[in-house]
């Protein structure tokens, strides 16, 4: 089993709120992402880290932002969340820069904001 | 273009069927392949990596052809337990500067009784 976990494991929240969705490895990973996902459909990047103090923007815009304090964590923020922002949200994480490095997922978060 | 498609399906088939996925990647670049699963509301998971000679795990075997830029996945005598999403990952080069593992849409299986 991996050792990458992700809290809350679901959420309902009121619109204008801000979310802390904690993401946490223990495997020494370089690289962590974060990935969204509607129901039945395909995974959209929308931040990564390469390492400690390095983030960037995937492909999907997001107005969530990231921090890479430590290895071991990746916290995703939403300052003022909306209706529109209700998905799964996936974190993983994987070694650097070794080739055929698999990424190990989470459980995701569920966030329902309503 | 995306940089790794997918045919979205649906395929359904009957137990007991051979069925085999097939992705495309556009960056000739590429570094390393993967096939992952992922169950409805589920994480993905990693089904198998990809090598260059081919490579099998039980009833499933995965191919790269680097000079055509596909990947595919068989799976032999589909189990009802094989129904799933299946993603097809690629892990870009370091020289693209885009150094995110790439997801495919997935394609959907579902195994009949």
């Known amino acids: 089993e991996a050792d990458i976990y992700q809290t809350p494991r679901y959420l309902v929240i009121g619109t204008g709120k801000k979310i802390t969705l904690e993401c946490s490895q223990t495997?020494?990973?370089?690289?962590m992402y974060w990935y969204q996902q509607d129901p039945g459909m395909e995974l959209h990047l929308i931040h990564y880290s390469y390492g400690v103090n390095s983030t960037e923007k995937g492909d999907l815009s997001s107005e969530s932002t990231v921090s890479r304090i430590r290895t071991e964590h990746f916290p995703l923020t939403l300052e003022s969340a909306r209706p529109s922002h209700t998905s799964q949200y996936l974190c993983a994480s994987s070694e650097s820069p070794a080739l055929n490095t698999e990424a190990f997922f989470g459980q995701g978060t569920r966030l329902t904001v309503v | 273009r995306k940089e790794v498609e997918q045919d979205p399906g649906p395929f359904n088939v009957p137990e007991g069927a051979t069925v085999a996925f097939n992705c495309t990647y556009s960056?000739?670049?590429?570094?390393?392949f993967f096939w992952y699963r992922q169950d409805c509301r589920k994480e993905p998971k990693l089904l198998m990596s990809?090598?260059?000679s081919g490579n099998e795990d039980g009833r499933f075997t995965a191919q790269l052809n680097r000079a055509s830029q596909y990947i595919s996945l068989l799976i032999r005598d589909s189990k009802l337990s094989d129904s799933a999403t299946y993603l097809c990952v690629v892990n870009p080069s370091m020289d693209t500067g885009r150094r995110a593992l790439t997801f495919g849409s997935g394609t959907r299986l579902q195994v009949q009784p």
């Open positions: 990809v090598y260059s």
């Open positions: 495997m020494g990973h370089d690289k």
């Open positions: 960056n000739s670049a590429s570094q390393s």
